[in-house]
């Protein structure tokens, strides 16, 4: 027997779809029954990937007795994380609120108007861990609301009232001005704190932070400090070869256990794959360290391999159950969709797809097998359970000439029981990537790059944008579904702004700027500007579902903040569309938080990145000409060279077109050679033909 998940689209959900636990999904249904039957309701939020996640499921939620006290005295709801990231907020902010921490799998109890009044995460069967078990919760939940109904229903007012403190306005005073010396804090905060002999931020658990190493190589890139790169450098490196890095099949896990990128936990996310293949394209490019560049295309090509719609492995990796649901009529993928997620289980037991015995690379390898182990860390006594999870000890040359062992263990692992897969395609995830791709393409000169890039752009606009320009939040199985978040808007338009600068095909600008538009009508404060801490935008729209409070997160966490985000993806759309109000608004929005980023420069990273573009006053290039003339390409090749995060490019043919970008209009063909105007604000420089002096007015010392 299968419960109401059974016809949901998230992974997540289907796997709970057996449980004896009589689960709705968010909405009208479950929330009309609570408040009828005046029972609390019990939400669980989580995500595919999660083992803790599947720890209580399997712990509690296939549990009959536990299962017989949430249908008899509880609505139990189950929701997705990744779907309704509004619904987590909220409630992981309940979750801190009253705990001091937070995680998942989260475990919250409302009242029927879906007020919370008790909380916690993961709780287990019986009593352990100083926690009690996850029946004596619920036992203590029934007393409580059969005897103390009214003190319960206070104290949800008192989180309430918390929760609308935390969405009402900015977590800072707004102030009347950018500064540059709120870039020199942050870096001298994220110096300060950087851990100097494993490189990155903070002890166990650790965490990539990407949005922290690309704001230090732009301001690298802005101030020269060799000692700011170094910081970069040195993560970089310690990552991709520590356990974190899948050093067969490239990827990188969601995080490292310990502090030293030795022991990762197991699950591969998306988002994380995509902020970190830029992360090392860009300090290739600063570097010239060709090991940086070989991470970013193996991080790409296992994206393009493993969690592509369509992709070589899409309909061949096994998946988890509940989630091979292909139509009758042979449709099976949206090609060129991304998936979200590969958990950390397989075959019930974390990370047993990628550790290794030492008799099993014998017997792959032969002769070969010692001289891999030894370089990558492979010993009888294993550094997992017994077992190794690869960590590259050796040097990158000879990582280079061992990876023909690397292709035959690739291949022998690929005959194992793979992790499961979540195959939802989710709209801001995939615009992240996008823009990983559409970069990757023109700065290494990867066709397959770019018509993956294109494939996806394609797939997102066909099938995640509405006729009324309107986006879904999520895809799985031809049906899209659930409002778009903020979020959606703003990694979207990152995404697309990255392939109209490699391509050059407007239909990419036109659709960023139409984004841009409608998420300035529906996502911006109605005040915004007009009071004290209110600029900015929502997280949903403003004819959403109503909730307790209207979540408004300002702060980045794995995955930009969607007002991180615009504050960076405004700037850039307003210079190729000669639109200062996009400019101004990004402005605002940066004032309002400033007084946080230098204190806390890790939770801030995306909007570091906005206020560095902003402050540093970028170029907008126009190259006017036939694009596939020599010299517009000779310009173009000019522009694209190595790292430059503070420019904006259109190429096209001169036109008064209104239809065409703004940025080329008006502008003419120097003695009918192609022409390169460059722009810094109201301010050009004489228009030029000749590659050289585009060089040099491209110089970031001019």
């Known amino acids: 027997m299968t419960n109401r998940l059974a016809t949901e689209t998230s992974p997540y959900l289907l796997q709970h779809a057996d449980n004896p636990v009589d689960w709705y999904p968010w909405g009208e249904e ?331 690379i014998r017997a792959v390898l032969g002769d070969e097998a010692e001289r891999f182990m030894a370089a990558y860390g492979v010993t009888e006594a294993g550094n997992f359970e017994g077992k190794n999870i690869l960590h590259l000890l050796g040097s990158v040359e000879e990582r280079e000439s061992l990876a023909p062992a690397r292709e035959k263990l690739l291949a022998a692992r690929e005959q194992r029981v793979h992790p499961g897969r979540d195959d939802k395609v989710l709209t801001a995830w995939n615009g992240l990537m996008l823009a990983a791709f559409a970069e990757a393409a023109r700065a290494l000169g990867r066709e397959d790059y770019r018509q993956v890039a294109v494939g996806n752009a394609d797939f997102l606009l066909r099938e995640m944008r509405r006729e009324n320009g309107r986006l879904w939040r999520t895809w799985n199985a031809g049906q899209a579904k659930l409002n778009g978040y903020l979020e959606d808007y703003t990694h979207l338009i990152e995404g697309l702004l990255e392939l109209y600068q490699t391509t050059f095909e407007p239909r990419w600008y036109t659709a960023a700027q139409e984004l841009a538009e409608t998420m300035v009508a529906h996502f911006r404060h109605p005040e915004g500007g007009k009071a004290e801490g209110l600029a900015g935008f929502y997280d949903t729209s403003n004819d959403h579902e109503a909730l307790v409070v209207r979540p408004r997160d300002l702060q980045d966490n794995a995955t930009p903040s969607g007002n991180g985000m615009a504050a960076y993806v405004l700037p850039r759309l307003a210079g190729l569309a000669v639109e200062p109000r996009y400019h101004e608004l990004a402005e605002e929005s940066l004032r309002s938080v400033q007084s946080l980023l230098a204190q806390y420069p890790l939770g801030f990273g995306q909007w570091l990145i906005a206020l560095d573009y902003l402050l540093v006053a970028p170029r907008e290039l126009a190259i006017v000409g036939d694009a596939a003339a020599d010299g517009a390409q000779e310009l173009l090749q000019v522009a694209q060279d190595g790292y430059r995060p503070h420019q904006v490019v259109a190429l096209g043919a001169p036109s008064a077109d209104p239809a065409a970008i703004p940025l080329l209009q008006g502008r003419n063909l120097l003695d009918g050679q192609p022409t390169a105007y460059v722009c810094t604000g109201a301010t050009c420089r004489p228009p030029v033909s000749d590659p050289d002096d585009l060089r040099e007015l491209l110089d970031p010392r001019a």
Not at 299 to 319: F, H, K, Q, W
């Open 30 to 360: 479950a929330l009309a029954k609570a408040q009828a039957e005046e029972k609390p309701i019990f939400l669980s939020i989580g995500y595919s990937a999660c083992h803790w996640c599947h720890v209580m499921a399997h712990e509690s939620f296939e549990d009959p007795n536990a299962a017989a006290i949430l249908n008899q005295h509880f609505v139990s709801i189950k929701v997705d994380r990744e779907e309704r990231p509004d619904l987590d907020r909220i409630y992981m902010g309940a979750v801190q609120a009253m705990t001091g921490s937070g995680g998942w799998p989260m475990s919250v109890f409302l009242t029927p108007e879906g007020l919370p009044f008790y909380a916690g995460t993961y709780f287990p069967p019986t009593h352990r861990y100083g926690l009690p078990s996850f029946q004596q919760v619920l036992e203590a939940i029934v007393r409580g609301w059969r005897d103390r109904r009214a003190e319960l229903v206070e104290s949800s007012q008192q989180v309430l009232a918390v929760l609308q403190q935390q969405q009402g306005g900015g977590y800072g005073e707004t102030e009347a001005a950018l500064r540059p010396a709120t870039l020199a804090a942050a870096v001298a905060r994220l110096q300060a704190t950087f851990d100097a002999e494993n490189g990155g931020w903070g002890g166990a658990p650790k965490f990539p932070q990407p949005m922290a190493l690309e704001f230090l190589l732009r301001q690298h890139h802005r101030t020269g400090e060799t000692a700011i790169l170094d910081l970069v450098t040195q993560t970089l490196e310690a990552m991709a070869r520590g356990g974190i890095y899948d050093q067969l099949g490239g990827g990188f896990h969601r995080y490292s256990v310990d502090g030293r990128w030795g022991t990762p936990h197991f699950e591969r996310m998306l988002y994380d794959n995509a902020q970190l293949a830029r992360v090392y394209l860009h300090a290739w490019q600063v570097t010239g360290n060709v090991f940086f560049r070989t991470i970013s295309e193996e991080i790409l090509d296992y994206v393009t391999r493993e969690m592509t719609c369509g992709g070589a492995n899409a309909a061949t990796s096994p998946m988890s159950p509940g989630r091979n649901r292909h139509r009758s009529d042979g449709w099976t993928d949206g090609t060129g969709g991304f998936y979200s997620s590969q958990d950390a289980d397989s075959e019930g037991e974390e990370g047993k797809f990628f550790v290794w015995r030492p008799a099993e």
